[in-house]
Every structure is written in C-alpha cells, then in structure tokens.
C-alpha cells in the first residue's frame, strides 16, 4: 500500500525557514517521479517542485527558485523540501505526490500523479 507522510510544517516569520518531509512507503523511491505541491485558499493546487525518477534532475516554479530547495534520500524513502525566505504568499497547504514514470517530473500534470500525502499547512505571517 503506497503512502506518503508530510510533516514539518507551521507558522513562521516572513524571512523565516522550514524544512518539510515526506516519508514514503510501498514504492520505490527512485522509480518514482515525485513532488510538492501547494493549495492556498480559494486557489487552485500549483506545482512547486519536483525530482525525476531517472537522473533527479529537478524542476522549481519561478516564484520559489533559489528560496526553495527539493531533495529525496532514497535509502530512507523520504524526500524534502527546505524552504528559506518565506514570504506571507507563501502561505498554504503543502502537499508532496508521486508517480511512477522516466519522464522529466514536471512533464506531468498535477492530476496525473496518482499517489497525495494528507497535506501539512505552512503559514507565513508576522
């Protein structure tokens, strides 16, 4: 049975950082195209980034590049998101995603990822 576990997030400061994790069961990670991806209210869910499965070469959306950093350790099934610089639009609900598939991770469209964490909430506000 596939799994995905978010943890990490919470209130922080504009400025601030976090670290989000996604622990995952029931697949191999390194076969896996896997994501984060966020809902703020009213909005729809948005890629944020994501590692290929093949070569993890990785893909960021403009708005979080060089503030954001996406990594997987794949002998503890678990990946990750460090986010520095936060921003109060920052502020959503976080999820992490995958799917099985060697194309480059941001060739799929968000429906397509067929495996979702619960989601954990990150707020930016001072």
């Known amino acids: 049975q596939v799994q995905l576990v978010e943890s990490g997030g919470g209130l922080v400061q504009p400025g601030g950082s976090l670290r989000l994790s996604c622990a995952t069961s029931?697949?191999?990670?390194?076969?896996?195209?896997i994501g984060w991806f966020r809902q703020a209210p009213g909005k729809e869910r948005e890629g944020v980034s994501c590692?290929?499965?093949?070569?993890?070469?990785?893909y960021y959306a403009d708005s979080v590049k060089v503030r954001f950093t996406i990594s997987r350790d794949n002998a503890k099934n678990t990946m990750y998101l460090q986010m520095n610089s936060l921003k109060p639009e920052d502020t959503a609900v976080y999820y992490c995603?995958?799917?099985?598939?060697?194309?480059?991770?941001?060739?799929?469209?968000?429906?397509?990822?067929?495996?979702w964490g619960q989601g954990t909430q990150v707020t930016v506000s001072s």
């Open positions: 995603a995958g799917r099985w598939g060697g194309r480059h991770c941001s060739d799929y469209e968000v429906h397509e990822y067929a495996y």
């Open positions: 029931g697949f191999t990670l390194g076969y896996y195209a």
């Open positions: 590692i290929s499965s093949r070569d993890g070469s990785t």
